[in-house]
């Protein structure tokens, strides 16, 4: 059974950062992609970044470009999103996210973790 579990949402004021960090097991992580998505409220899930198994990093959506950098530890079958230069608008539920396409993995979800930024 594939188990994605995030870690290190909250609250933080704008302009700080977070590391985001997703767990995984049940599934051959070293050759899968990795990717983190994101759902505000009242709007569509939307795809923030990917990385590919041997490190090479996805597309990342134009909002977080120069602000979010994905990276993954196959060693520890963990991928992480450290975000910098938060802003209200980045405030959604981040979902990790599995698969074996690239660079939108689908296959797999994690429960998501809350990332609130206040103004």
């Known amino acids: 059974q594939v188990q994605l579990v995030e870690s290190g949402g909250g609250l933080v004021q704008a302009g700080g950062s977070l590391r985001l960090s997703c767990a995984a097991s049940?599934?051959?992580?070293?050759?899968?992609?990795m990717g983190w998505f994101r759902q505000a409220p009242g709007k569509e899930r939307e795809f923030v970044g990917s990385?590919?198994?041997?490190?090479?990093?996805?597309n990342y959506a134009d909002a977080v470009k120069g602000r979010f950098t994905i990276s993954r530890n196959n060693a520890k079958n963990t991928v992480y999103l450290q975000m910098n230069s938060l802003t209200p608008e980045d405030t959604a539920v981040y979902y990790c996210?599995?698969?074996?396409?690239?660079?939108?993995?689908?296959?797999?979800w994690g429960q998501g973790t809350q990332v609130t930024v206040s103004s």
């Open positions: 996210a599995a698969g074996n396409t690239y660079p939108k993995p689908v296959d797999y």
């Open positions: 049940g599934l051959t992580f070293s050759t899968s992609t």
């Open positions: 990385i590919f198994w041997r490190g090479e990093v996805g």
